[in-house]
């Protein structure tokens, strides 16, 4: 008797099935958690480098704002490989 699997299951996931990233349809498969995961690198680079740019300190306002533009470039990257390679095979 052959089994049938479910949407939203590990193997079905695993092979690469379900809803993907440029679904677009809500909290369901992994277009959410790859949404959830750029949310999270975008909000956490936002509040550590207005905290970094703010506090007083030994380095001069031009190097906080420019150590802080280096990281949003790096997360952009990233964001983007993420999104190139969502889902391949390792």
Same mark, same amino acid.
């Given at each position: ?22 679904? /677009? ?12 995961? *750029?949310? %999270? !690198? ?23 704002? /420019? ?12 964001? *983007?490989? %993420? !999104? ?7």
């Amino acid at each position: 008797m052959e089994q049938h699997e479910q949407p939203g299951c590990p193997a079905v996931l695993a092979a690469g099935g379900d809803k993907g990233i440029g679904d /677009g349809d809500g909290f369901q498969g992994e277009g959410f958690i790859f949404k959830a995961l *750029q949310g %999270y !690198r975008y909000l956490s680079w936002f509040l550590t480098s207005v905290f970094f740019i703010a506090m007083t300190g030994e380095h001069p306002l031009l190097f906080r704002c /420019g150590v802080a533009l280096s990281l949003l470039a790096a997360a952009v990257v990233t964001n *983007q490989l %993420y !999104r190139q390679y969502w889902g391949q095979p390792r």
